[in-house]
T-cell receptor
């Protein structure tokens, strides 16, 4: 399968713990995006990378959130000191150099903070 | 005005019927428009792009009205498998896309 993959698919954690999610984009895609989606809402943009450079961060991305894409391939999203309000589906998407506006999504990581 | 607005529904439609829903956007400079489909607890998947002249893909027709700043999706001869949430997506600039909250569609047997 050469689609976008995310790991883990589900994560349950206690409030105050740190969590890290991984996203592997489609191999030739240079752009990688992170979104958050809660029940009844569309995906909300968090941040995106072009190769290894993080080009934009949403105001939704508080200082407890950090994302990296060190080699321009996979990316990690870390949430420190999790809060119950962080419970959501975290979606990763990637797009190619030639069709930047068409994004392909991974299956998401569903986070539950107790 | 929100950047992208959709009627959340749900639209409950008998199998075989035609259903249409609209999406409005606020940024008149938006370049690209899409419809994504999202099944329950799954990731969004691209359904179709929306072109200025309108476009059709089988039972699905998408239209763009730049003057009134809305896009539409028409589904003909609806199937049970069409039940999903349909997300309107607008690309206001090259590096960003905005999702609507989605319209829920239930096709009834």
């Amino acid at each position: 399968d050469t689609g976008v993959s995310q790991d883990p698919r589900h994560k349950i954690t206690k409030r105050g713990q740190n969590v890290t999610f991984r996203c592997d984009p489609i191999s030739e895609h240079n752009r990688l995006y992170w979104y958050r989606q809660t029940l009844g809402q569309g995906p909300e943009f968090l941040t995106y990378f072009q190769n290894e450079a993080q080009l934009e961060k949403s105001r939704l991305l508080s200082d407890r959130f950090s994302a990296e894409r060190p080699k321009g391939s996979f990316s990690t999203l870390e949430i420190q000191r999790t809060e119950q309000g962080d419970s959501a589906m975290y979606l990763c998407a990637s797009s190619s150099r030639t069709r930047q506006e068409t994004q392909y999504f991974g299956p998401g990581t569903r986070l539950l903070v107790l | 005005r929100k950047e992208v607005e959709q009627d959340p529904g749900p639209f409950n439609v008998p199998e075989g019927a035609t259903v249409a829903f609209n999406c409005t956007y606020s940024n008149s400079a938006s370049q690209s428009f899409f419809w994504y489909r999202q099944d329950c607890r799954k990731e969004p998947k691209l359904l179709m792009s929306v072109y200025s002249s309108g476009n059709e893909d089988g039972r699905f027709t998408a239209q763009l009205n730049r003057a009134s700043q809305y896009i539409s999706l028409l589904i003909r001869d609806s199937k049970l498998s069409d039940s999903a949430t349909y997300l309107c997506v607008v690309n206001p600039r090259d590096d960003k896309i905005i999702f609507g909250k989605g319209t829920r569609l239930h096709i009834l047997p």
